[in-house]
């Protein structure tokens, strides 16, 4: 899922004070953390304070030093750390809470997606339509529209296509994806660039969705999407940067402090893009300062021994503010874009059960390797039919490899059969459920038969 829709939204006055106490940036990074001195950098005051503490739930004030808090109670009771060079703010009753950790986002794609057509949201055809006309207005003949986060389900469910662009970008490529990031829109001269015609086969895992006649209409599915994404220029390194900060920024003003950054991979992309980021854009936020959120990171399950080995020279704890997690892949699509892998067809799309993305001999043997090696495993799955092929898969780890605590994770879980749930507890195999999966149960009644 995109990094906007997971970066949790709340009360921006007081969550913006959660950001300054838990991150306030300290000196070089040293593990574990040692006192210097005996006076805070920031005291505040006259704030609710909640601690999680169930013996102390609540304190007024809080002393902080170093990004680290020193202690929590009564004004008094802090006034002690208080020096000549302490900041002290007065929250004049504000709420104060631990900072929000978001365990999916795509941080960096997050960010570039701020800096594009702002789509998500949209609630009717003209809008959508008028946002992309703005868009196109701005840019020079023959430069790329790129835009995203629309839903379909907000304006009737109908699927932009093609024609709703063509009229306003002759002659600018758009692409736009959609809010779930397994199914994007492009205009006909982008479809054209691609090389897309009616005699192009569906890839492996992806659907060319067509008219009557065969014809590409404009939507790409999982990994169809690679024909149109390969033929648009490289973001360039700067901006990749720049859209770190900017995502970070933006979780960190609605009280997001860490976050699981299952990288910039989708079905069809290339595995190199992570690896990409990660010493470009990670570390040389690292080295020069900027990073402002700590993150953990995971990487495609196929290079999963280039990140033991990463783990092996390095560690687990690049630094205070990176951490290394594990690997991801995909099994199934989404249920937005028909792709989720169900047992029973689609009601709007009777022949259709959803898209398997990977074979499973091949899916099994990578997990097997990974988790040998230690790594913590995620896999996507949203369908009720690709839940069960997974949890059978882990059974079969699990015998093979034995009992430990693998912490294996299933991202979504979105929609399980029955007996499923039960499923999750016999191995603690974490069901990775974003809020907005629990708010697709009415599509899920309005398209499943």
């Known amino acids: 899922m995109p990094a906007q829709s997971g970066l949790l939204a709340?009360?921006?006055?007081?969550?913006?004070?959660?950001?300054?106490?838990?991150l306030l940036p300290g000196p070089a990074p040293r593990l574990p953390w040692t006192p210097r001195g005996r006076f805070a950098d920031m005291i505040l005051a006259n704030a609710t304070i909640y601690t999680a503490d169930p013996a102390r739930?609540?304190?007024?004030?809080?002393?902080?030093?170093?990004?680290r808090v020193l202690h929590v109670g009564t004004y008094d009771s802090v006034k002690e750390f208080r020096g000549k060079h302490t900041y002290e703010l007065n929250l004049s009753g504000n709420v104060v809470l631990p900072g929000?950790?978001?365990?999916?986002?795509?941080?960096i794609d997050g960010g570039l997606q701020l800096a594009r057509v702002p789509l998500r949201g949209v609630r009717s055809k003209d809008v959508f339509i008028s946002r992309v006309n703005e868009a196109v207005r701005d840019k020079h003949?023959?430069?790329?529209?790129?835009?995203?986060?629309?839903?379909?389900?907000?304006?009737?469910?109908?699927?932009?296509?093609?024609?709703?662009?063509?009229?306003?970008?002759?002659?600018?490529?758009?692409?736009?994806?959609?809010?779930?990031?397994?199914m994007g829109v492009a205009n006909s001269l982008a479809i054209k660039i691609a090389g897309i015609d009616k005699n192009t086969n569906d890839p492996v895992g992806g659907t060319i969705v067509r008219t009557t006649e065969r014809e590409p209409n404009g939507l790409l599915v999982d990994a169809a999407m690679k024909l149109v994404l390969d033929v648009i220029p490289d973001v360039s390194l700067t901006e990749r940067r720049e859209s770190l900060l900017r995502a970070s920024r933006h979780a960190l003003m609605r009280g997001v402090t860490t976050v699981v950054d299952v990288g910039s991979y989708f079905p069809g992309m290339s595995e190199k893009q992570p690896w990409q980021d990660f010493s470009d854009i990670y570390e040389w936020a690292q080295s020069m300062g900027k990073m402002m959120i700590?993150?953990?990171?995971?990487?495609?399950?196929?290079?999963?021994?280039?990140?033991?080995d990463l783990i092996h020279k390095k560690g687990r704890l690049i630094s205070e503010?990176?951490?290394?997690?594990?690997?991801?892949?995909?099994?199934?699509?989404?249920?937005?874009?028909?792709?989720?892998?169900?047992?029973?067809?689609y009601k709007d799309d009777p022949g259709s059960f959803g898209l398997q993305l990977i074979d499973m001999d091949v899916l099994l043997n990578a997990t097997l390797e990974s988790d040998k090696s230690g790594l913590q495993v995620a896999i996507h799955a949203i369908g009720d039919k690709a839940n069960d092929m997974l949890l059978d898969m882990l059974d079969e780890i699990v015998n093979l490899n034995g009992v430990r605590d693998r912490r294996f994770?299933?991202?979504?879980?979105?929609?399980?059969?029955?007996?499923?749930?039960?499923?999750?507890?016999?191995?603690?195999?974490?069901?990775?459920?974003?809020?907005?999966?629990?708010?697709m149960q009415t599509l899920l009644e309005r398209r499943s038969g």
């Open 294 to 308: 700590r993150v953990c990171l995971f990487f495609p399950l196929p290079t999963w021994s280039g990140v033991s």
């Open 141 to 182: 003949p023959g430069q790329w529209v790129r835009g995203g986060g629309w839903n379909n389900d907000f304006w009737g469910g109908d699927f932009p296509i093609a024609a709703w662009l063509d009229d306003i970008s002759p002659d600018n490529p758009v692409w736009l994806t959609r809010m779930d990031g397994h």
């Open 57 to 67: 739930p609540f304190g007024a004030a809080m002393a902080v030093r170093g990004g």
């Open 409 to 439: 994770r299933v991202e979504h879980a979105q929609h399980l059969a029955p007996s499923a749930a039960k499923r999750f507890g016999e191995h603690n195999t974490i069901a990775s459920v974003q809020i907005i999966c629990w708010m």
């Open 321 to 345: 503010w990176i951490h290394v997690g594990g690997v991801k892949a995909f099994l199934d699509g989404s249920l937005g874009s028909s792709s989720a892998l169900f047992y029973e067809p």
């Open 10 to 22: 709340a009360g921006a006055a007081a969550l913006a004070v959660v950001a300054a106490v838990f």
């Open 100 to 107: 929000f950790i978001d365990s999916h986002v795509h941080l």
